[in-house]
């Protein structure tokens, strides 16, 4: 109590005004030097704003003075920092004999805030020295109480003054800088805080660093209250004390804070990084400490992200490497299937492109063998020749299979098929196929699952590793097929990463030969790899059985040792569905046909080499160079039985498309592909699409007879079941096109300058049996014309040069009796505007089809 009375006495003792103001800006507390200089009583103050109690200068001088004051005030509640104003008019009410008087009077004001626990401005201690005096001598003015200034010269106090305004113009712009400053500091994203002095007082906190402060503003306060959870902590201050006294500069990562990101908010842990450094004048000691911190929370979770998927590859990395561990030579094995899968892979792609030239080569040769072949019948010299070619032909195109099966680009057709049984049934061809000094056994457990498989090629596979396994024993050992059940588990597919695991058929080939060194099984199913001498193997073997077992979806797995044999083990997928009826398979004599076959293939000489050979078994055959040109055909209206395509096609319209719309047009259409290599145009998933048949280039001509009568016989069959239509003719002959209403055959001139049209309606023509010669020009046509007769021209109207229309006036004006056909899609041009009309000429629209072809050239040769 003795201590609050002295002070009392004390504070009104002090020689200079004194005065307290709360955070309102009312008056709390005034000494007797504030009391006196104002000429108010304590009792008229206190609890009232200070606006409100002291006087006010409306005059255009004086206006300011209220302002400035405010302007001090409210820096000091807003910064918590001191604030010096210079020199501000101050108002006194002075009370006189002539009543109250209002004295102008300069006061420079110092304000120093009062802080409470939590760190905030409770209240304002003003300080004012009145300078009216120096102001006074500054302006010439004579005031009173001059008396104060006496032992000062007027130079001093001229310097004064002059100082003072400087001071306060400094201030202002100081204060504007500090507040664009501040400003900029707000807007940084990280958070700015500025400690000074040893017990490291905050003087700067921007608006980044509220929320890590819980939006408590701790300018002016010390860190220990600021952040008092701080309490204690001594490595904290340890680490502030080397930044503040030995100008360390300390970078913290990850640090974890608590922190409410909104007023109110829930407290949420985020991740920053912190840098403390030191904060001096050039030159100068140590003044404070910046710290800046920046939220990386989001960085911190992504990094963290990438490490646990990092750590959880390194651990499958580790797990994979315990495992690989276990047997370098699996290790090695592993990178071997791995560099192969690659070579098959840039192997595979060259093979893809050239594979289908290459068969259409073969095919050609081919083809033309087996025509030559029958020309040179008596001839036994030039028969042994061909021959000796074909069975290169052979060699060439089972050289493309191997090459397009390893690259798994093979055309597959797998059916459901019981092992046990495709192995028992090739017992004897594989006997034949060793020798009698090797022995064969063959091991099929009861029970077996079905797997879905290409039997064909599945046969190829067993051959080749059955051959493989006689050239390793020399011609002398033993063979065992092993045939069974397996399941592959997890564990052994983490140990062979492209397997599934689940339920396999295993087929296992076994030899007694020398076996395989390391080196030789880590290049085994490398293509054109062999140990065999120079001219006994391709070294696409055991490639083609590696391929062909990948693109069935299964698994292989060599295992073999110097002195103790190979074993080869394969794993196609177990099927759930009941095992499928053996395809009928044609043999004996070859049979032809009188159908009608639509031939469509771009490659002029691959195209000539089949019509010859279809039309030779007695099929009547149209060809096509193109989809869109086979379109124009099948829309004609001609009854065709058979659609042969090849599948790579130039044009707009791919083979498959044309195969939809051949079965639309024609539904009882029987339709055959063709291709050395198919580009996954009926191919999906190394399959061939389902009900589709294929004919892989190149092809004998029994095997093209044969697959021809099959398909034929098999739409009679389909046709026979459901039965004729109501106006379809009873005799089983082929539809054919009526006969021309001519009693003679015609021979026509067609002029049409686009080459599908010109190929399309010499077809038409021809199924009507009449003699065609086709030319481009109306230049061309009269050369014709010049050098034979002919019955018919058949021209467009639109033509390189002179037009159709010239042209068939021309013919028309001789009057040599020739008719005139114009096709046109633009109308009834045998009548243009102006001109008198054409005689003797039949307009025929476009597109037209074989009937409107037949009709027109009916209505020419009846023409007068």
């Avoid at 704003?49 to 302002?67: H, I, K, M, Y």
């Avoid at 080397?242 to 360390?248: C, D, S, T």
């Avoid at 069935?552 to 569905?577: D, N, Q």
């Avoid at 580009?679 to 280039?697: M, T």
Wanted: hydrophobic share 40%; aromatic share 4%.
């Amino acid at each position: 109590m003795s201590n609050l009375i002295d002070s009392q006495k004390l504070f009104d003792s002090a020689p200079a005004p004194l005065m307290v103001l709360d955070r309102e800006l009312r008056y709390v507390a005034a000494n007797q030097a504030y009391l006196k200089a104002t000429s108010l009583r304590r009792d008229q103050i206190l609890g009232r704003n200070v606006f409100e109690v002291l006087p006010q200068d409306t005059t255009p001088s004086g206006a300011d003075g209220p302002r400035k004051l405010r302007d001090s005030l409210e820096r000091v509640l807003a910064s918590r920092l001191p604030d010096l104003l210079a020199m501000a008019v101050q108002p006194i009410a002075r009370s006189t004999e002539q009543g109250t008087v209002l004295e102008k009077r300069f006061w420079s004001y110092s304000h120093k805030p009062l802080l409470d626990a939590a760190g905030n401005v409770a209240f304002i201690l003003q300080h004012a020295v009145d300078v009216t005096d120096l102001r006074a001598t500054d302006t010439g003015v004579k005031e009173p109480r001059t008396e104060r200034l006496e032992g000062v010269s007027s130079e001093q106090i001229a310097a004064l003054i002059g100082q003072a305004w400087t001071v306060q113009e400094n201030n202002q712009t100081l204060d504007h800088e500090r507040l664009f400053l501040r400003q900029l500091i707000d807007l940084l994203p990280g958070c700015v805080g500025v400690l000074r002095g040893p017990d490291f007082v905050f003087e700067l906190a921007n608006a980044s660093y509220l929320p890590y402060l819980n939006f408590r503003n701790v300018v002016g306060l010390p860190l220990n209250k600021a952040r008092p959870e701080l309490e204690g902590n001594k490595a904290v201050y340890e680490m502030l004390g080397r930044v503040l006294y030995q100008g360390e500069t300390i970078v913290m990562r990850g640090f974890k804070v608590p922190v409410r990101k909104t007023p109110g908010g829930p407290v949420e842990e985020i991740v920053a990084d912190f840098e403390y450094r030191p904060v001096r004048l050039p030159g100068g000691p140590i003044l404070a400490v910046l710290i800046y911190g920046q939220d990386v929370t989001e960085k911190t979770r992504a990094e963290e992200q990438v490490r646990h998927y990092q750590a959880h590859l390194e651990e499958l990395v580790r797990e994979r490497t315990r495992e690989l561990e276990e047997s370098e030579a699996e290790r090695r094995k592993t990178e071997a299937q791995l560099r192969q899968s690659q070579k098959m892979e840039a192997v595979g792609k060259l093979t893809g492109g050239v594979a289908h030239d290459f068969n259409n080569l073969l095919q050609v040769i081919a083809g033309n063998l087996q025509l030559l072949q029958r020309d040179v019948v008596g001839n036994e010299r030039a028969l042994s020749r061909v021959q000796t070619a074909a069975r290169a032909v052979d060699r060439g195109a089972k050289l493309a299979s191997q090459l397009l099966s390893f690259a798994r680009r093979q055309p597959l057709q797998p059916v459901i098929v019981n092992l046990s049984r495709l192995v028992r049934g090739m017992d004897e061809l594989l006997r034949r196929t060793l020798g009698e000094d090797v022995e064969m056994e063959t091991i099929t457990a009861g029970g077996l699952w079905n797997t879905a498989i290409d039997p064909n090629q599945l046969e190829n596979v067993i051959i080749n590793l059955a051959v493989n396994a006689r050239d390793a024993m020399n011609n002398n050992g033993k063979l065992t097929i092993e045939v069974g059940n397996a399941v592959l588990d997890e564990h052994y597919c983490r140990m062979h990463p492209e397997v599934l695991p689940g339920h396999y058929v295993l087929l296992a080939v076994s030899d007694t030969g020398g076996g395989m060194s390391p080196e030789v099984m880590e290049r085994a199913f490398e293509p054109f790899f062999t140990t065999k001498p120079e001219g006994r193997g391709t070294g696409l073997g055991l490639s083609m059985v590696y391929g062909f077992v990948k693109q069935s979806g299964g698994h292989i797995k060599l295992y073999s040792e110097v002195g103790h044999g190979t074993t080869i083990k394969l794993y196609m997928p177990r099927a759930l569905e009941a095992e499928s009826a053996d395809a009928q398979v044609i043999t004996g004599p070859i049979e032809g046909g009188t159908e009608t076959i639509l031939v469509v293939e771009d490659d002029a000489e691959v195209r000539a080499t089949v019509v010859e050979m279809v039309s030779e078994l007695g099929y009547r055959v149209l060809k096509a160079v193109d989809a869109q040109s086979a379109l124009v055909i099948l829309q004609s209206g001609v009854p065709i039985e058979m659609l042969f395509t090849d599948v790579v096609m130039p044009g707009p319209v791919r083979s498959p498309e044309l195969a939809k719309q051949a079965k639309v047009l024609h539904p009882d259409i029987e339709v055959l592909f063709t291709s050395g290599y198919t580009e996954n145009a009926i191919v999906h998933g190394g399959r061939l699409d389902a009900g589709v048949q294929l004919l892989s280039k190149p092809y004998s001509r029994e095997d093209l007879a044969r697959k021809l009568r099959q398909l034929l016989n098999n739409r009679q069959q389909k046709l026979a079941v459901r039965g004729p239509p109501r106006t379809a003719p009873t005799s089983n002959t082929p539809v054919r096109p009526p006969a021309p209403a001519a009693s003679r055959r015609l021979r026509v001139l067609l002029v049409e300058d686009d080459e599908d049209v010109r190929s399309s309606a010499c077809e038409l023509m021809d199924l009507l049996g009449h003699e065609v010669l086709a030319v481009t020009s109306a230049e061309e046509a009269k050369g014709a014309m010049a050098a034979s007769g002919f019955d018919v021209l058949f021209t467009d109207v639109t033509l390189p040069g002179a037009s159709g229309v010239e042209l068939a006036r021309e013919v028309t004006d001789r009057k040599t009796g020739m008719k005139v056909i114009l096709a046109s899609g633009h109308g009834n041009v045998a009548r243009p505007q102006g001109e008198a009309p054409l005689e003797g000429v039949v307009v025929l629209p476009k597109p037209y089809t074989l009937p409107q072809i037949q009709e027109a050239l009916e209505q020419a040769v009846a023409l007068p």
